[in-house]
């Protein structure tokens, strides 16, 4: 029997709980029931046994937990473990059902919840996936995280051709713990290649009833459905449903269509499969027609393309000197803070681009993709030209994101397309191939064509392809604009491809900019445009957005335009602006005022005066009253927030001439390996910053050798700590140590030339010492003292 | 049990570290925007269970000994705060970190709220039981190692998804574990006091000269 032959029945029965059944066994608890497939092999083939005998058309092998993580002090590895599962599995099956590799989640949170790197859980699964060799198929449930489900999709897909099912475990708010709703998974997972793809565990079926009923109308893969015999109590763990209700709610469930593959999950046992087999009797399958529009998502949101879409253009270094900026010096920061202003302003999905010729394109686009998942729930387009930035950023992306962009030159076709089938993606299709972008709409279409019909070829479906029409200059050559309308025109009505379209390009070289590409997007939106690609912090091209929405139908009562005006704004402060001065704006946070008159003031001091005569004194006094226990911690970052308002002033007023920017002293900060609390170091971060330091934030987890590096590469020379917890201080110890001994930051007679300073709860002034820190840091304020110590200024 | 509906502003302020300060009308909005926020994040989940602490290799070293002298049985619980709130201060942290210091802060009261009313729901499970005050991981010589114990004879990473590393951080951040004994005889509720508290050397509360209260 093979997975194949099973598929030609209507419904395919899985088994029950293995756990509830161990219990039943009356084995003592507390050991790992991945052991017993070793210690009491015969039980375990029982267990099997009696599933199979009750109609069970697969067995789930006895691997759920059996991965390196958890197994780790059992003394026993998963290579042992999960072949002898599979062996007890298949003599209880001998021909009579498939044997499935059972893998459960690793057992710790992924990046940015938890530590685990993607490639940490990838090589878990993998090691899981080629010790189930002898399994007919791989089977992936309880996941609640939806990129730890992705690792191992993605380990199973290359490292075995098995066929691969995969379930989540969902509450009733219709999300998993970790925050995946029901459309993400389902995207994310059919986009990936699953065989078949639906939930498990946590509930019982009446409440899984309304998530199946979701999946049921958008999954393009049959479904799996495997819940709990109902809800379990609290202190005991006994669940309270019977098998007859059991089978009755599965049977209604299974009218919903594309559910597939039925059993049950904990709480269930044989009796629960023998009543829920014949309670399908006589029912046949049918797998729905998927409604509703293309779509793309985040790990926790879907956006559907079912009417115009803001993709934010800001993450993107091209023409902007402080974006560069930030890219060069590894301030993250910078770009989030960028992500999260578009969103607010209405971006629904975000472009991000991170090309520049003096940065390593692929590791940055890596850092920035997790980075921006873990502050924003808005879709991402992944923006690169090259194919292995592309490859490692869909790699690490949670959802299913937009590849930009293919265009129509076969050596594009050819390396993006497999890409974008291979994580499951939607596409930018480029009008343009080597010959340039033809200048007829017609030429155009044919482009478009061909990309489309390439696209099918590699199995992508032509509602994931987004077609560019690409807009040209009006100045330069003002018949383009009608080319590219009509172009886009055709693409949505004959080919039935959404529209995407870079919009300011349009106005280039002409005055009132934005009068013109407001005009043309609106104008092109009216032709069917679904994604214009702009500037969402652009009121105008935002606001056209939403009237077209109110004026085409889209926005039913004008309810979200509506609400986008009476947004309130955040309260004014009542101090009269007219009567402060720069340091008492500072003082009092006012950012607003603080800019105002830094411009001001501009006209009128030099850059540096203004810094030392007015920003830093008036930082000084705030810092006063914090250590004098006058003001709170927030209200000292607030005015130091306001003091940064002054520097981004000054800065851009000097990156405008070729004088350097304002800095008083490089230095690293880092909260050590193993310690994931930042907030502390962050704190730290935001102070140095808005007293001028420039701060190379390494993050968090950090390896030491790391800090060693950068610190040689940067030639920085102050070195600054943070460790929260116990057991992690003793990778600040070895941090410091690694900056001791290393040669390149030692001076000739063998003294350190680094300085380190080390904050944390945990730490005392006199463990600080004896670790061989330079200086002990009580709050973020001291940090701040200590760089202007070390620096002089 | 009950999901907190307000963050104790004392509380929050005595976290921040100073409840002397007069308040101003910025700070109180920053408060008030921030409790807004954060009881929207909150995806709270809890466990608890009965159980015999010395047959499930939960009493290692003197303080737990100590701390469950006179008890049979114990309660094993935790709670969590859920990913949601993370995420929210993790953004925070990028957006404006004068919120996100307030909201870590609240977060971090909400933890302890909820770990209250979950007391309170499991003393009214046991009303024939005297109970001993939540006993961490970490607290005197207890081992932090023991959270990846604690959570697996919860089986927290599977029911709400409370993982632990292998620093023993808890994830979610926002989380809590705890033992609490359950006695035959009334049990002296005695404040934990600075002395057995790990932070005693570098408290901000006794820097300040006052005390956490706990």
Known sequence: MTFNDLLKNEYIFLDGAMGTMLQKSGLPLGEMPELLNLTHPELIEDIHRQYIDAGAQVVYANTFGANGYKLEGSGHTASEVIPAAVRNARKAADGRALVALDIGPIGQL????????????????????????????????????????????????????????????????????????????????????????????????????????????????????????????????????????????????AGLGSVKFVGGCCGTTPDYIRALIKSLEGMSFRMNEPKGE???????????????????????????????????????????????SQVKAGADILDVNVGLPEIDEKEMMV?????????????????????????????????????????????????????????????????LDENGIPKTAEGRFAIAKRIVDRAVEYGISPK????????????????????????????????????????????????????????????????????????????????????????????????????????????????????VTLSEAVQNGLKGEARALTEKLLGTKDAMEIVNTELIPALDRVGADFE?????????????????????????????????????????????????????????????????????????????????????????????????????????????????STPELQAEDGSSRCTVMVGGAVLTPEYAERIGADYYCRDAKESVDTAKKFFGK | MKIPEHISRAETLRCL?????????????????????????????????????????????????????????????????GTETDRLIRSAQVEDMASAVVLDAMASVATEQLCDELEAEIAAKFPEKSLTWRFSPGYGDYPISLQKTFLSLLDAPRRIGLCTNDSSILTPMKSVTAIIGLSDAPVERKRRGCAGCNLNKTCKFRKAGTRCDF
């Open chain 1, 294 to 340: 293309t779509a793309v998502c985040s790990g926790t949101t879907a956006v559907e393309i079912s009417q115009p879409r803001i993709i934010g253009e800001r993450i993107n270094p091209t023409g902007k000197k402080l974006f560069k900026q930030a890219l060069v010096n590894n301030d993250i920061d910078y770009i989030l803070s960028q992500a999260i």
């Open chain 1, 110 to 253: 992924m990046e940015p919840s938890g530590a685990m790197s993607f490639d940490e859980a990838y090589n878990y699964f993998k090691e899981e996936i080629v010790a189930g060799a002898d399994a007919d198929l791989i089977i992936f449930e309880t996941f609640t995280d939806l990129l730890e489900l992705k690792a191992g999709v993605l380990a199973a897909k290359e490292n075995s051709d098995k066929p691969v099912l995969a379930t989540m475990t969902f509450e009733q708010n219709g999300r998993t713990f970790a925050g995946a709703s029901v459309a993400s998974a389902a995207l994310t997972l059919q986009g990936l290649g699953v065989d078949a793809l639906g939930v498990n565990c946590s509930l019982g079926p009446d409440e899984l009833k309304p998530i199946v009923a979701e999946l049921a109308g958008i999954s393009r893969v049959p479904l799996i459905v495997k819940p709990n015999a109902g809800l379990p109590d609290p202190v005991t763990n006994t669940y309270d449903i019977l098998p007859d209700d059991f089978a009755a709610s599965l049977r209604s469930i």
């Open chain 1, 628 to 740: 004098k226990n006058k003001i709170f911690l927030p209200q000292l970052i607030q005015s130091a927030n306001t003091a940064q308002v002054c520097f981004e002033v000054i800065k851009a007023q000097l990156s405008k001439g070729d004088s350097s920017p304002v800095s008083k002293g490089k230095i690293i900060l880092a909260t050590v390996k193993g310690d994931i609390h930042d907030i502390g170091k962050n704190i730290v971060k935001v102070l140095l910053d808005n007293y001028g330091y420039t701060v190379v934030d390494l993050g968090r987890d950090v390896e030491p050798s790391l800090i060693v590096r950068t610190a040689v590469e940067q030639n920085i020379r102050l070195i600054g700590l943070s460790a929260l917890m116990t057991t992690t201080l003793g990778s600040m110890e070895e941090t410091i140590a690694l900056i001791r």
């Open chain 2, 17 to 81: 570290g100073n409840s002397s300060v007069a308040m101003n009308d910025e700070m109180q909005s920053l408060l008030d925007s921030c409790e807004e926020k954060l009881l929207r994040s909150l995806r709270p989940k809890w466990l608890y269970k009965r159980l015999n602490p010395s047959e499930c290799g939960l009493l290692e070293g003197e303080s737990i000994r100590e701390h469950l002298s006179g008890c049979g049985d114990a309660v094993l619980m935790c709670v969590t705060l």
């Open chain 1, 464 to 579: 994931d392809v987004y077609i560019d029409c690409l807009t040209l200059t009006v100045s330069a050559e003002q018949d383009a604009c009608r080319e590219t309308l009509t172009a886009l025109h055709r693409v949505k009505t004959e080919l039935g491809c959404k529209t995407c379209l870079g919009v300011s390009n349009i106005s280039f070289g002409l005055p009132d900019r934005e009068l013109i590409n407001h005009i043309f997007l609106t104008m092109a939106l009216e032709e069917g445009l679904d994604l214009p690609i702009i500037n969402p912090n652009d009121e105008l091209m935002t606001g056209a957005v939403r009237a077209y929405k109110v004026l085409s139908g889209i926005d039913r009562n004008a309810s979200e335009f509506i609400a986008s005006r009476t947004e309130t704004e955040p309260k004014q402060t009542k101090i009269q602006s007219s009567h």
């Open chain 1, 367 to 431: 850092r920035v993709v997790k980075a921006l998942q873990s502050v924003v729930d808005v879709p991402l387009q992944i923006d690169s030209t090259k194919p292995d930035v592309l490859d490692a950023a869909l790699r690490v992306y949670n959802g299913k994101p937009i590849v930009n962009s293919v265009n129509g030159e076969e050596k594009s076709l050819s390396a993006v397309l497999p890409l974008v089938k291979k994580y499951g993606a939607s596409v930018i299709g480029l009008t």
